[in-house]
């Protein structure tokens, strides 16, 4: 696979990413000038991997991967040890990022549809699937008042507002990709939370029956 780079030798590409590591300035710029291409093109091949069902928003991933970059001081950036050109070092480092990134998505997709799951239906009408329904649902609205403050924002905004993970970014400030992966952790609480009453109240039903 052709990989785009700059024209640079070995030894300048390593002086380069000492500079880019440090902070300093012109660098940066070099950097935005020669390289965002690279990091597009590893993005549009993670995504003829993964092919996720929901829209995305190529320049959002591509900035939240210059923002993962940069976000260590500059340890990431001092591990590039010249042994390639800096683009084909950056187009893995992206590659796995972005791969890491779309199959945190389609499980954040999964793990969503199992918590949601557990909402009513409001197609079906007897009275004893509203009653379990209303059941359900009240236990999905214990578990999510034992999370924390800022997560209950976060249910809210998604599954109150409606708003989806670009709004709710705007919303509070955020990384779009930090705010898919806020999400995808608050549904695995929920579903432990769950899972976990619903242990308890089948041994409570089990100990119930072994004392007839």
Not at 35 to 58: G, N
Not at 69 to 90: E, H, I, N, P, Y
């Amino acid at each position: 696979m052709q990989v785009a780079r700059s024209d640079t030798t070995a030894p300048d590409d390593l002086a380069f990413a000492r500079a880019l590591a440090a902070g300093e300035a012109s660098a940066v710029l070099a950097f935005e000038g020669r390289y965002r291409a690279v990091i597009r093109h590893s993005l549009s091949c993670a995504l003829r991997r993964w092919r996720p069902e929901a829209p995305v928003e190529p320049e959002d991933l591509v900035q939240d991967f210059v923002g993962f970059l940069f976000s260590d001081g500059g340890r990431r950036l001092r591990s590039f040890a010249g042994r390639a050109s800096f683009g084909s070092w950056l187009y893995t480092v992206a590659l796995r990022y972005f791969q890491r990134q779309l199959a945190r998505r389609v499980r954040d997709r999964r793990t969503d549809e199992a918590v949601l799951a557990r909402l009513p239906d409001t197609g079906r009408h007897s009275p004893e699937f509203e009653t379990a329904a209303a059941e359900d649902a009240e236990r999905l609205r214990a578990a999510v008042r034992t999370l924390p403050e800022i997560d209950r924002l976060y249910v809210r905004l998604f599954f109150v507002e409606g708003l989806n993970a670009s709004e709710v970014a705007r919303t509070l400030g955020k990384g779009t990709s930090a705010v898919r992966m806020r999400k995808m952790r608050i549904l695995e609480r929920l579903k432990k939370t769950l899972e976990a009453q619903d242990a308890r109240d089948t041994a409570a039903v089990s100990s119930r029956g072994g004392r007839r």
